[in-house]
């Protein structure tokens, strides 16, 4: 079974400033993908960013990069001139990219991010 | 356009209860997904559905069920609810089971509070 770890509960940052968030996963398939999720008080999750496995260039949205280390099975999130709204739970996800049965998302245990004024 | 949207928002019931939980899809998503969120933790799969057929089941008991209808929307019901029941249950929406590229879509969840 896929795991997700995510190894920083908390985080925090000041304005501006730049963080960078945790995530590995174990897996033997070889066909992949990989998301970051914000999860706001709101609650509801909101897609940050998405890795293919097969792609070797990094994932990039804005602000928002990763650092995708494949044979180390590592999947890290960083986030550029942090603000105020950046301030969220952050979940590292991993789903299958082939084969039989359901694509669901397994999630690790999110970090709490706070951003500093 | 609307969003997934669920409902209701909260909830409270009372140990060995039933209770349904709702989700409508994105127009034109096909795909619906269940996930228990309890609090400090990340999302656990529950259910998959794809027109109409179960995709998927993650590791809850028998409790648990789920169904799809022909406008795509879907319905979680819970039977003889538990205290260890209370959590959020997210929706998500997606075009096809896969969501290769969109992704999924989830909506803001139904907050499970049993007493």
């Known amino acids: 079974a896929q795991t997700v770890t995510q190894s920083q509960p908390e985080m925090s940052v000041q304005e501006a400033e730049t963080v960078t968030l945790s995530c590995t996963y174990d897996?033997?398939?070889?066909?992949?993908?990989l998301f970051w999720y914000k999860q706001p008080p709101s609650r509801q999750m909101i897609l940050v960013i998405r890795?293919?496995?097969?792609?070797?260039q990094n994932a990039t949205e804005n602000r928002f990069s990763v650092n995708f280390q494949k044979a180390a099975k590592s999947f890290s999130l960083k986030i550029s001139d942090s603000q105020l709204g950046d301030a969220a739970m952050y979940f590292c996800?991993?789903?299958?990219?082939?084969?039989?049965?359901?694509?669901?998302?397994?999630f690790g245990k999110g970090t709490k991010l706070s951003v500093i004024p | 356009d609307a969003g997934v949207t669920q409902s209701p928002t909260h909830l409270i019931k009372t140990r060995g209860q039933h209770v349904t939980l709702r989700c409508s899809p994105i127009?034109?998503?096909?795909?619906v997904s269940w996930y228990q969120q309890v609090l400090g933790q990340g999302p656990q799969f529950i259910f998959q559905?794809?027109?109409?057929?179960?995709?998927g089941r993650g590791n809850f008991p028998d409790r648990f069920s789920a169904r799809q209808f022909p406008n795509y929307s879907s319905e979680l019901n819970v039977n003889a609810l538990l205290l260890g029941d209370s959590a959020l249950y997210l929706c998500?929406?997606?075009?096809?089971?896969?969501?290769?590229?969109?992704?999924?879509?989830f909506g803001s969840g139904t907050r499970l509070t049993v007493v």
């Open positions: 127009s034109g998503h096909k795909s």
């Open positions: 890795q293919e496995a097969y792609k070797q």
């Open positions: 559905y794809y027109e109409k057929e179960e995709r």
């Open positions: 996800a991993y789903r299958q990219g082939s084969g039989a049965g359901s694509y669901q998302l397994t």
């Open positions: 998500a929406s997606s075009t096809t089971y896969r969501a290769s590229y969109y992704g999924y879509t």
């Open positions: 897996t033997s398939e070889s066909d992949y993908y």
